[in-house]
């Protein structure tokens, strides 16, 4: 699928219809109490999906218009490439997938997530990082593997100088996060036939890999500690 | 509402809320990002599910 396609189908997402009532339409109408029921659970989940967004801000380190336009820079949590204002994903403010399928509210959230995960740099696994569940990781940026293809294609020359110069710079924990964005980088490897991508991220997993020999010997010398 | 704002706690919310019908899936994520959470959204994300036991079951 080409970039184009993508936005196509954001574009769609964004112009879907919206149901007012966000009401559960495998419910009984004739049901007051059921109806009640789920009134309940659809403004509890409102109010925790707020509560998401605010992680996601946390995580990204500003809001949408506080989003750095461009450059490079590691906070605690998260490696974040700025490479224009972000936006939270399509699904995750319309509740909807983008064939128009009401989201379960995990998935709401999970999309919300996800959101962070392209603040900080198109799909570096965030998601996963704060979680500290690298399953998670995996299946929170391969769901993005196309738009990172596009991602990396476009900027990737210049993301990667600043990595390597980042990860020289870096301390134990933020190589940490490297790490866990390289493993994701080999996992999407695996998973594409796209040569140009191929090349293009296979030379920068080489690169890195001076990284994980950081890694290894700050290992050794705390143990030696 | 409590000022327990222990992941035991909330895991406890969680399993009463599932006995009400609510998402497991969704739960058990709140469960899984807890850790990351900071002490205010902790708070929250409690306070919300208290809220919405007590409402569900003042439905009974």
Not at chain 1, 34 to 54: P, T, W, Y
Not at chain 2, 1 to 29: A, Q, R
């Amino acid at each position: 699928m080409s970039f184009d396609e993508i936005e196509k189908l954001s574009n769609k997402a964004s112009e879907t219809k919206i149901d007012p009532t966000n009401i559960d339409h495998n419910i009984d109408p004739e049901n007051p109490e059921a109806l009640k029921k789920q009134e309940i659970k659809e403004d509890a989940q409102n109010e925790r999906f707020d509560v998401a967004e605010d992680v996601v801000e946390r995580i990204a380190g500003c809001t949408q218009e506080e989003t750095p336009k461009t450059g490079l820079r590691l906070t605690s949590n998260s490696l974040n490439i700025g490479v224009g204002p972000w936006k939270l994903v399509p699904e995750a403010v319309h509740g909807k997938t983008m064939a128009g399928e009401k989201l379960s509210s995990k998935d709401r959230i999970m999309y919300l997530l996800m959101s962070a995960v392209n603040v900080t740099g198109y799909g570096l696994g965030v998601t996963g990082v704060i979680t500290g569940d690298k399953k998670m990781v995996v299946a929170g940026t391969l769901s993005y593997a196309t738009y990172q293809i596009w991602f990396w294609k476009k900027f990737g020359p210049k993301v990667i100088k600043d990595l390597i110069e980042l990860a020289k710079k870096a301390k134990i924990r933020q190589r940490q996060q490297l790490i866990i964005f390289l493993r994701t980088v080999e996992q999407i490897l695996e998973e594409t036939d796209d040569v140009e991508f191929q090349r293009l991220v296979g030379g920068m997993v080489a690169r890195l890999e001076t990284v994980k020999i950081l890694e290894n010997e700050q290992i050794k010398k705390n143990d030696k500690q | 509402m409590t000022n327990n704002n222990s992941k035991e706690y909330l895991e406890k919310l969680v399993v009463e809320l599932c006995k009400e019908g609510e998402d497991k899936e969704e739960l058990s994520l709140w469960v899984d990002l807890y850790d990351a959470l900071t002490e205010d959204e902790r708070t929250k994300i409690i306070f919300n599910l208290e809220k919405e036991l007590k409402a569900l079951k003042a439905l009974k």
